[in-house]
């Protein structure tokens, strides 16, 4: 994702608007998160951010895909034992000889057995099988429950990163509305100095202070915006959703 940002500002008051580019490969969308506009009001309610959380967080996709997995394993223990079940059918044929006369045909052993079918079921059991079937069933319906009761400490730990990250969101928001107040202050303060140097009202020196003042609100002005810049990323990434489709339609 790239983020620009780009604050301007009026004689009237100081204005800004913060401008992301294009996120999650959606081509030509671009958000605009007013400075002056409360985060709040802009983004979704916090009660729906947390279930579009809970629903997109890869961190909760990733849990959930290993409880599938721990019920796979469930499943399988308990159909294990299975493997020791053997089926078979065949047909045979022969004279009945044995059958109709009762006495053997010593030419032809074989087809003394009466046709029919035959199927059945050949069953070998291990002692391991009889005996350690329901322990192990039990550890893989642990490891299951483990997997679900993780998702669950999961979910309470992306909720009080939600609310941390939501609440330096504001923060940042409200600090960096002040710190262009005070941006556009200095900057009016410097285009006065530079009039009033060329006009010889002041000194060299009183310029070179002006200038230092801008300059230093400049920079903490310009932290305060990667600030809030960084937390807006944050919480993007810990939703799991672009941030275009948290906003209030």
Do not use: C
């Amino acid at each position: 994702m790239f983020f620009t940002l780009s604050a301007t500002a009026q004689n009237t008051g100081a204005r800004g608007m913060v401008a992301f580019g294009r996120s999650a490969g959606l081509p030509g969308d671009t958000l605009y998160l007013d400075v002056n506009q409360d985060i709040a009001t802009q983004l979704l309610p916090f009660d729906q951010l947390l279930k579009v959380a809970m629903a997109y967080s890869p961190l909760v996709k990733y849990q959930r895909s290993l409880v599938n997995v721990a019920e796979a394993g469930t499943s399988v223990s308990k159909s294990q034992i299975m493997q020791n079940l053997n089926g078979f059918g065949n047909y045979s044929w022969g004279n009945q000889s044995l059958v109709t006369t009762g006495i053997p045909d010593q030419t032809n052993p074989l087809g003394q057995i009466a046709n029919g079918y035959r199927v059945g079921i050949d069953a070998r059991i291990s002692l391991y099988d009889l005996f350690g079937r329901k322990h192990q069933i039990r550890q893989a319906q642990a490891t299951q429950r483990a997997a679900e009761l993780q998702v669950d400490v999961l979910e309470l730990q992306i909720k009080q990163q939600l609310i941390t990250i939501y609440q330096d969101m504001i923060t940042a928001q409200q600090m960096l509305k002040i710190r262009l107040i005070d941006e556009q202050a200095s900057l009016t303060a410097y285009r006065l100095a530079e009039l009033d140097l060329q006009k010889g009202r002041i000194t060299a020196g009183a310029m070179a202070s002006i200038t230092t003042q801008y300059v230093q609100t400049r920079a903490i002005s310009e932290q305060v915006k990667g600030d809030f810049l960084k937390n807006v990323h944050f919480f993007e990434a810990l939703m799991g959703v672009p941030i275009q489709r948290l906003k209030r339609i």
